[in-house]
């Protein structure tokens, strides 16, 4: 158990439709990550935030959102949603930015 | 920008062989490198790291690196292979300072016959 809790696990939507992924960081860290893995991209870094500001962008699309609240947890927001975003979204968290990085179990989003 | 190249898509090894996967960066400053594994429908495990220091680096379940700066590589080895060994995994790097996110390699599937 890597103390990094997802929710769902598994989501299965329609294309357009709009979800929210959760994430819960381990015990005392301040950064969290999002990360997509997909069978044709890999495992792709979309965001990070540090104690509630965003600290860095990736390959994340303008149709995908994310926030992390006081309480550290983060969500992120996936809207619009095509056949294409089908794929593997994790979180990952750590104390500071750019120290080891712990990873949740991830949540399986399918678009039908 | 700044890219990960893991040469070997699948690899298949027998018991008690010894392992070698590669993994060359792009980046020519400070980096810091990673090798995480994935047990099938299991998180990402950090198996070791490099941040500075010592080029060899030794992690869990008796995994080994060696960063060599000349060659841009992070190869990771075990001498002995195990069934239990059977997983994905995967290099990555990030840019030294605050950021840290994480750049990945495409990932090797190991599989182990017993």
């Known amino acids: 158990d890597s103390g990094v809790t997802q929710t769902p696990k598994h989501l299965i939507t329609a294309t357009g439709q709009r979800v929210t992924l959760r994430c819960s960081p381990r015990s005392g860290d301040l950064s969290v990550y999002w990360y997509q893995q997909s069978l044709d991209q890999g495992l792709q870094f979309l965001i990070q935030y540090y104690n509630g500001e965003e600290r860095a962008k990736g390959n994340i699309l303008e149709r995908f959102s994310a926030q992390q609240f006081p309480d550290l947890h983060s969500e992120l927001n996936l809207s619009s949603l095509e056949l294409g975003d089908s794929a593997l979204y994790f979180c990952a968290s750590s104390p500071q930015g750019n120290q080891p990085q712990h990873f949740g179990d991830g949540t399986r989003l399918s678009i039908l | 920008a700044q890219s990960v190249s893991q040469h070997n898509h699948h690899v298949i090894l027998s018991e008690a062989a010894s392992l070698e996967l590669g993994c060359n960066y792009s980046?020519?400053?400070?980096?810091?490198l990673f090798w995480y594994v994935q047990y099938p429908g299991q998180h990402l495990q950090l198996l070791l790291k490099?941040?500075?220091?010592?080029?060899l680096v030794k992690g869990i379940k008796g995994f080994e690196a060696e960063f060599i700066k000349s060659k841009f590589s992070f190869n990771l080895r075990k001498p002995s292979v195990q069934w239990s060994d059977t997983a994905e995994y995967f290099c990555a790097t990030s840019y030294g300072g605050s950021q840290g996110n994480l750049i990945f390699g495409k990932g090797t599937k190991l599989s182990v016959k017993p």
């Open positions: 980046y020519g400053g400070t980096v810091n």
């Open positions: 490099y941040f500075s220091g010592d080029p």
